[in-house]
């Protein structure tokens, strides 16, 4: 058998793409970056990049979200800075996906209660949230003269389709939706976090008694809190459930 020789065989590379979510002004933002170098030089993408030799994926997604946005985010099993929550969403590999070379992407979905604005850094020219139906072309964006952006970069927004799916369908039967939520919110904030995900209006006691109702879902905190207006309203955490039974279907739209 002949020696391995790998310049045999063509160059092939892996990179990790970030589907970072989060609810900004009561709708659902993704986090974009302008990319500051070829290929697709000044079209949005998502953050991201390839993987190093040393580390493994979680590390490389953890690693490109804080170089290229300063921001940072944690596995279920770690620190929740912001009560950020960070898991493996799909892999791409299309032939032709990248003209560089054959490239392979492990995407991430992270979400996360309303972050600061972020950073550009690494091989990003700037950085931004913006409305997910605007960065998928379906609705023009109000923080850009109202034009409809060019598509992102590479296969970025089928891969940003796929993470809001994710996110669409999982808050429906677990606990995931309060990770949008800082340490203390209220049933109303949850429940507009529900409806900016699902793009739907859902009655207001319906949902109370569906989110209290399910044991473990929310605990007391034994504070109130008056930042929605009105009468003294009920703070709440996240309690120790992470399914909901009966699950939260979600509406039709």
């Not at 589907?19 to 986090?31: F, K, N, S, Y």
């Not at 989110?211 to 955490?237: E, I, S």
Request: net charge negative.
């Amino acid at each position: 058998m002949p020696p391995y020789d790998p310049s045999a065989f063509p160059p092939f590379a892996v990179t990790v793409d970030l589907v970072v979510l989060t609810v900004r002004r009561h709708a659902l933002c993704a986090l974009a970056v302008r990319r500051g170098e070829p290929p697709f030089q000044g079209r949005w993408a998502l953050p991201g990049g390839f993987v190093r030799s040393d580390e493994d994926l979680e590390g490389a997604a953890a690693r490109e979200l804080a170089e290229e946005t300063g921001l940072h985010a944690h596995a279920p099993a770690g620190p929740t800075a912001y009560g950020a929550h960070l898991e493996q969403l799909a892999t791409y590999g299309a032939p032709q996906r990248d003209p560089r070379m054959r490239v392979v992407s492990v995407a991430h979905l992270v979400l996360a209660p309303d972050l600061p604005a972020p950073r550009a850094g690494g091989d990003a020219h700037s950085a931004r949230w913006a409305p997910v139906d605007s960065l998928l072309g379906q609705t023009p964006d109000p923080g850009r003269d109202g034009d409809l952006p060019t598509p992102l970069a590479f296969d970025h927004a089928q891969i940003l389709e796929d993470g809001v799916e994710r996110a669409r369908s999982k808050i429906e039967y677990s606990s995931l939706a309060t990770a949008f939520c800082t340490q203390e919110f209220t049933v109303g904030e949850l429940r507009r976090v529900y409806e900016a995900v699902w793009g739907v209006a859902l009655d207001p006691r319906n949902f109370h008694r569906k989110v209290t109702g399910t044991p473990g879902f929310l605990v007391p905190t034994g504070g109130t809190t008056t930042r929605q207006g009105g009468r003294p309203a009920q703070l709440f955490r996240a309690g120790g459930a992470t399914l909901l039974n009966p699950p939260m279907l979600r509406p039709e739209a």
